[in-house]
């Protein structure tokens, strides 16, 4: 069993419609959590990043975390066409050495149709 | 402000060929990272770097090394190339405490 869980989609959702995103996760060390989006041929690139349980909202994204189900989501609202990409989750733990060491979902490809 | 910088983007390698890989950030940043992405696996981390002159192995380090000579700098190098090494490859760095930025990768194929 992978450590993170992720639905690979695809996902085809029209424009202005709300998008929900989500990871499962079986490890309760994990301390953070982020999810990242990865246009075609280019590099992750961070969205939401936070540590506790709750929502953060970042204009039209929403993270969610529920760390009691070990469940995280990522909410888009009023989808735009430019939001179309693979969306990753990652999560992480402090090493020894004291930097984040990351895992990663396998991401969801998602395509919002004009 | 250009951030976390990859050279080559793109490479095609002959099987047992060698190559090195090169990352550079100007963010100051104290760590760094090499990840492969591949199909249906997400990115694993192959090695990474706390500091100028410290590596410490990933996920997924066999067939490669690193080395930090310096702190913007982190190289992947690929001794003797094989067709599993084919990939893509991102670097990223972070602060101490702090979330990762990544590259735009390089696309690696072994044949």
């Known amino acids: 069993q992978k450590e993170v869980e992720q639905d690979p989609g695809p996902l085809s959702v029209p424009e202005g419609a709300i998008v929900s995103l989500n990871c499962t996760y079986s490890n309760s060390a994990f301390q953070y959590f982020m999810w990242y989006r990865q246009y075609s041929r280019k590099g992750p690139e961070l969205l939401m990043y936070t540590y506790s349980s709750g929502n953060k909202e970042d204009g039209r994204f929403t993270a969610q975390v529920d760390k009691s189900s070990k469940y995280i989501s990522l909410f888009i609202r009023d989808s735009q066409p430019s939001d179309s990409a693979t969306y990753l989750c990652?999560?992480?733990?402090?090493?020894?050495?004291?930097?984040?060491?990351?895992?990663f979902g396998t991401g969801t490809r998602l395509t919002i149709i004009p | 402000n250009a951030g976390v910088t990859q050279t080559p983007k793109f490479r095609v390698l002959k099987t047992g060929q060698s190559m090195t890989l090169l990352c550079a950030q100007d963010?100051?940043?104290?760590?760094m990272y090499w990840y492969r992405q591949d199909p249906g696996m997400g990115l694993r981390l192959i090695h990474y770097?706390?500091?100028?002159?410290?590596?410490a192995k990933g996920e997924v380090p066999d067939g490669y090394n690193v080395s930090r000579l310096k702190k913007q700098n982190f190289l992947l190098g690929l001794e003797s190339a094989a067709p599993s090494q084919t990939s893509v490859y991102f670097c990223a760095s972070s602060p101490r405490r702090g979330p990762q930025h990544f590259g735009d990768g390089t696309r690696l194929s072994i044949l």
């Open positions: 963010m100051n940043h104290e760590y």
């Open positions: 990652a999560m992480s733990v402090i090493s020894n050495f004291g930097n984040e060491k990351l895992t």
């Open positions: 770097s706390v500091g100028e002159g410290t590596t």
